[in-house]
């Protein structure tokens, strides 16, 4: 579930604690298919002994740099979650990976479901070189949008969810970011007029920006759901405009909230006022 304002949310919790800088002494992996790669034996031969020099976003992956000038990519996918503890404290089922540092803290990783997966790789730029661009980069403007929704068939939910298009909106936020824009999810990427991408685009950064503002968000009580590294609760939820509201009236119009499913993902909106890119 992790997306672009929750991953960005833990990478500044990670970097207020004064993680850059300290020195990896030790290295446990209790889940060995959570490493994609190298090999397990070397992920934690070769990460053991490095110094942390930087942690960043790069759409939904954390991207720790190392002294090395290897870096660590951790991709959270649905329950992903970090949190510090002392090493002499008790251990849960779901605790997959362990980094213990020189200062005596260990960063947990906590995945219920077990499908993030890290990676220690040679180079980041290389490793994620398939994704698009970040919408909340300078790279990212409407004319930047309209050249890659241009001559493309596939719905606007399937274009929004494509990481090589736009790295790091996920279900939640393309959801959000289309009801703002006024546009219905299955309109063909390629149909909008030049009117409907500044919609769109505008739409992108605001549900970005809300989201980030709100440190993420978390759905419900579950402890599967977002956390923050100090064990916060994203407050987005209760700004969220269409996700997860099937049957409540929409914010705009009144109408209920629909519910569908487009690229095998729950979509939701409102079949009156998201059909042609006007906002009112």
């Given at each position: 579930?992790?997306?672009?304002?929750?991953?960005?949310?833990?990478v500044d919790d990670l970097r207020a604690s004064s993680?850059?800088?300290?020195?990896?002494?030790?290295?446990?992996?209790?889940?060995?298919?959570?490493?994609?790669?190298?090999?397990?034996?070397?992920?934690?031969?070769?990460?053991?002994?490095?110094?942390?020099?930087?942690?960043?976003?790069?759409?939904?992956?954390?991207?720790?740099?190392?002294?090395?000038?290897?870096?660590?990519?951790?991709?959270?996918?649905?329950?992903?979650?970090?949190?510090?503890?002392?090493?002499?404290?008790?251990?849960?089922?779901?605790?997959?990976?362990?980094?213990?540092?020189?200062?005596?803290?260990?960063?947990?990783?906590?995945?219920?479901?077990?499908?993030?997966?890290?990676?220690?790789?040679?180079?980041?730029?290389?490793?994620?070189?398939?994704?698009?661009?970040?919408?909340?980069?300078?790279?990212?403007?409407?004319?930047?949008?309209?050249?890659?929704?241009?001559?493309?068939?596939?719905?606007?939910?399937?274009?929004?969810?494509?990481?090589?298009?736009?790295?790091?909106?996920?279900n939640i936020y393309a959801d959000e970011a289309l009801?703002?824009?006024?546009?219905?999810?299955a309109t063909p990427a390629g149909s909008l007029s030049?009117?409907?991408?500044?919609?769109?685009?505008?739409?992108?950064?605001?549900?970005?920006?809300?989201?980030?503002?709100?440190?993420?968000?978390?759905?419900?009580?579950?402890?599967?759901?977002?956390?923050?590294?100090?064990?916060?609760?994203?407050?987005?939820?209760?700004?969220?405009?269409?996700?997860?509201?099937?049957?409540?009236?929409?914010?705009?119009?009144?109408?209920?909230?629909?519910?569908?499913?487009?690229?095998?993902?729950?979509?939701?909106?409102?079949?009156?006022?998201?059909?042609?890119?006007?906002?009112?």
């Amino acid at each position: 579930m992790p997306e672009l304002p929750e991953v960005q949310t833990l990478v500044d919790d990670l970097r207020a604690s004064s993680l850059i800088g300290q020195t990896i002494k030790d290295v446990q992996v209790r889940w060995p298919r959570i490493v994609a790669e190298p090999t397990l034996e070397l992920f934690c031969r070769q990460l053991a002994g490095q110094r942390v020099s930087d942690i960043q976003r790069r759409a939904k992956y954390l991207v720790f740099s190392l002294g090395s000038g290897q870096s660590l990519l951790v991709h959270l996918r649905m329950t992903g979650k970090f949190a510090f503890a002392s090493p002499k404290d008790a251990l849960e089922a779901h605790h997959h990976v362990l980094l213990t540092f020189g200062d005596e803290r260990q960063l947990r990783y906590h995945d219920t479901r077990k499908f993030g997966r890290f990676s220690l790789v040679q180079s980041a730029e290389e490793a994620l070189r398939h994704l698009g661009l970040e919408p909340l980069s300078a790279e990212f403007t409407p004319e930047a949008l309209e050249q890659r929704l241009r001559g493309r068939r596939t719905p606007l939910k399937a274009f929004l969810l494509d990481q090589r298009q736009v790295a790091g909106i996920g279900n939640i936020y393309a959801d959000e970011a289309l009801w703002g824009a006024g546009l219905h999810p299955a309109t063909p990427a390629g149909s909008l007029s030049q009117e409907q991408v500044h919609f769109l685009y505008s739409s992108i950064i605001e549900a970005l920006q809300r989201g980030l503002r709100n440190m993420g968000t978390t759905l419900g009580n579950s402890q599967a759901n977002f956390y923050s590294v100090a064990g916060r609760r994203g407050r987005n939820e209760d700004e969220l405009r269409v996700f997860r509201r099937t049957g409540l009236p929409c914010p705009r119009c009144g109408q209920a909230i629909e519910r569908t499913v487009l690229a095998q993902r729950s979509t939701h909106y409102c079949l009156r006022c998201q059909q042609n890119g006007k906002r009112t």
